[in-house]
């Protein structure tokens, strides 16, 4: 399986993307006895467009488009499941069992995601209640999927 993390709005150099890279790097390192083949990062520039249903749009087309063809698609919002690492983990692994080639989670911009998005998604994930800048909620989900790698490979990193 690969994971692709498809989002709007550009990483910059600095403290987050070193964090970033270290968990992705750790994803990978661990996820290859599960299967895991590579984790892909696309990123979009924001939408300049003058309202906030305009720049969703625009921003949808983006994402959609990055996404692989067949691809199992997870889309960050706020009205998504709010799931103990432990369920996150056996969502994974499930997927993972049933041959999933490519898992994709799908961030939004300063706006969220459009409809066409939502309702496109097999998943809906929230990181919890609070509102994260893009550069943040990156970084969780890259430790949550490491986690998850590690639960599923019976790895100590996770104490429940």
Do not use: C
């Amino acid at each position: 399986m690969k994971i692709h993390i498809i989002a709007i709005g550009r990483m910059k150099a600095g403290p987050e993307q070193e964090l970033l890279s270290r968990y992705i790097g750790r994803l990978v390192n661990m996820g290859h006895a599960r299967g895991l083949t590579d984790v892909v990062m696309r990123e979009f520039a924001e939408s300049a467009g003058k309202d906030a249903a305009g720049r969703k749009r625009k921003e949808a087309q983006n994402l959609i488009a990055a996404l692989p063809k067949g691809a199992v698609m997870v889309a960050l919002d706020e009205g998504g499941d709010s799931l103990p690492s432990w369920k996150f983990a056996t969502r994974i692994g499930r997927w993972a069992d049933q041959g999933i080639q490519n898992l994709a989670f799908v961030l939004g911009g300063a706006d969220g995601l459009d409809r066409q998005i939502l309702v496109k998604a097999q998943s809906l994930l929230a990181l919890g209640p609070m509102t994260w800048p893009h550069q943040i909620a990156r970084i969780l989900l890259a430790e949550q999927l490491y986690r998850a790698m590690a639960i599923l490979s019976g790895h100590p990193y996770h104490r429940s």
